[in-house]
């Protein structure tokens, strides 16, 4: 058992979170020499591509993707950079690209334009002759960071401590979480869920269990555990710095819903008072947010969905609607020019985009390709053997609950 408190460790993926912030509007791709001077670890490169301009990157990158031809598949999350989301082959939520990689058999180089444990994922479920790559190997997610296999192994031996080892607690990991973290689900009749399947994966630990470890988005777990009428004094937050997750025995027994104390610090950027903004401004706006943001900004817009749903519902709006959205700057950019016939703005007025998706610069994807051109694989990403197993045991069960 733990009994100490721990020294507190902010990831440093969340210290540099707003390094790319502007109140200017403008996100336009500089030169990965300017870039640099954000101020946030960018892994090192070879230094021909740094001055080089955004124009000479395109024509590199167009020319390696006709060299190259089907050997390689581009995915491109959705908060990805425009100058980057331009080239991708498919397109989505990590979970629909992870699906989508495992079904391009041919392929035998992902490039996963996304952030790091989305990549870990595609490898989990692509096919072994199949190799994933993440262009900049900064690029991390703070969330997922918030979870270290440390702390949760701890945690899940206290909560053993109090509980008992059997049937007492299932744990469900975010999708955002490492593929340790997936495994340590999988290894202990856990499960992996998505933003769109959370509630899905809630029941189906209830049938096996009184409670649920809900790694690592605190907001995410507890707008699920609220909207299923779970009652607010039953779910409690796990501090990993403090003794026993902050809690003593008895509150433990009682509660329903642990929940990690980690969050995404973009979605947690949106407020009521924004919402409330957004309504004086246009009376008849519809407000629609990510279920990562905070249970106030929740309880105050009028929809509330994964980044899947948020694109269908505003490409399926009628036209002449106005919408405000609480999600990754560069997706509401993007759904405002693609559907011109309609008001979309972002709630938050100051322009931040997910700092660690950012780090995907064209340069980088570039960097890769003429790796792959030249023979060399830049950047694999390889999940190792059992961990593997233990973390594809609790994303197939998702995928038998959710399809
Ligand atoms: S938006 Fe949030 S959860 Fe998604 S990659 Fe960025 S920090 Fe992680």
Known sequence: MTTGSRQIVIPITELEQSAFCKTDGNLRTLTLEEEFQAGVRWQKV?????KMTPEEVNDGIVNAREVLGDQVILLGHHYQREDVFKYADFSGDSYKLSRLASEQKDAEYIIFCGVHFMAETADVLSGPQQTVILPNMAAGCSMADMAQTEDVE?????????????????????????????????????????????????????????????????????????KMGIPEDEIIVWNPYAPMGGHSPEVIR????????????????????????????????NVIVHPECTREAVDAADYVGSTEYIVKMISEAPAGSVWAIGTEINLVNRLAKENPDKTVFCLDPIVCPCATMYRIHPAYLLWVLDGLMAGLVINPIKVDGQTAIDSRVALQRMLDVAG
């Open 46 to 50: 070879p230094i021909r591509y740094l």
């Open 154 to 226: 701890d945690a899940w031996e206290d909560l053993a401590s109090v509980l008992g080892d059997e049937d007492e607690i299932v744990p469900i990991t975010y999708m955002n979480s490492t593929a340790d973290i997936k495994a340590l689900c999988g290894r202990n009749g856990g499960i992996v869920c998505t933003s769109s399947n959370a509630d899905l994966t809630f029941d189906w630990a209830f049938e096996r269990s009184k409670r649920i470890l809900f790694l690592p988005d605190q907001h995410l777990g507890r707008n699920t555990a609220l």
């Open 254 to 285: 009682r509660a329903s819903v642990i929940l990690w104390q980690g969050h995404c610090s973009v979605h947690t950027r949106f407020t009521s008072q924004q919402i409330q903004e957004s309504r004086d401004k246009y009376p008849d706006v």
